[in-house]
T-cell receptor, first 114, second 114 residues
Framework: DAGVIQSPRHEVTEMGQEVTLRCKPISGHDYLFWYRQTMMRGLELLIYFNNNVPIDDSGMPEDRFSAKMPNASFSTLKIQPSEPRDSAVYFC????????????FGSGTQLSVL | SQQGEEDPQALSIQEGENATMNCSYKTSINNLQWYRQNSGRGLVHLILIRSNEREKHSGRLRVTLDTSKKSSSLLITASRAADTASYFCATALFTTSGTYKYIFGTGTRLKVLA
């Protein structure tokens, strides 16, 4: 299996622009998590899905952030409009489900908002 | 705030020495996991310890869990330069939706000097 695939690997955009991050989880995994990593705040859980359904989005910082999972093999995290403070590394992770399952992480998207 | 707080924040040791890092958490857990992150990469799962376990080994890794103190430690024996990375603990929290979400600690940056 290719693992969790995220795209793009790097994204540089200007303030106010829309940004879409993409994630393809490992086939068969029924949980998908979006995390954001910064030096100041560490790894923050933004939202997670179970069987394509959003379960907990309490970590989404503002209404400017939205996430979808239209099917079991694809998820997007959208920021509209983007702001410089959104600059971070965004990780997607998937798992087989259940509390004792480990998370498999993608390589992340390095987002820079100028 | 983060569920897990780790210390030390940074650790520098000589190759061959042992490295110990600690994680404290706030709420009851089902299990605790440790992950490693190399610079610029996603996190990789190392080991999982369940709440009814006190110690677990995997190769050069030894993990302990003290649920009464809500703390865990990760010991890496005979460290190598390739162990240089950041190490994170993650706790699985049961939610009212009947699912689990994973909250990560602040991480320990380990540097092993050759």
């Amino acid at each position: 299996d290719a693992g969790v695939i995220q795209s793009p690997r790097h994204e540089v955009t200007e303030m106010g622009q829309e940004v879409t991050l993409r994630c393809k989880p490992i086939s068969g995994h029924d949980y998908l998590f979006w995390y954001r990593q910064t030096m100041m705040r560490g790894l923050e859980l933004l939202i997670y899905f179970n069987n394509n359904v959003p379960i907990d989005d309490s970590g989404m910082p503002e209404d400017r952030f939205s996430a979808k999972m239209p099917n079991a093999s694809f998820s997007t995290l959208k920021i509209q409009p983007s702001e410089p403070r959104d600059s971070a590394v965004y990780f997607c992770a998937s798992s087989l489900g259940g509390v004792s399952e480990k998370l498999f992480f993608g390589s992340g998207t390095q987002l820079s908002v100028l | 705030s983060q569920q897990g707080e780790e210390d030390p924040q940074a650790l520098s040791i000589q190759e061959g020495e042992n490295a110990t890092m600690n994680c404290s958490y706030k709420t009851s857990i089902n299990n605790l996991q440790w992950y490693r992150q190399n610079s610029g990469r996603g996190l990789v799962h190392l080991i999982l310890i369940r709440s009814n376990e006190r110690e677990k080994h995997s190769g050069r890794l030894r993990v302990t869990l003290d649920t009464s103190k809500k703390s865990s430690s990760l010991l890496i024996t005979a460290s190598r330069a390739a162990d240089t990375a950041s190490y994170f603990c993650a706790t699985a929290l049961f939610t009212t939706s009947g699912t689990y979400k994973y909250i990560f600690g602040t991480g320990t940056r380990l540097k092993v000097l050759a």
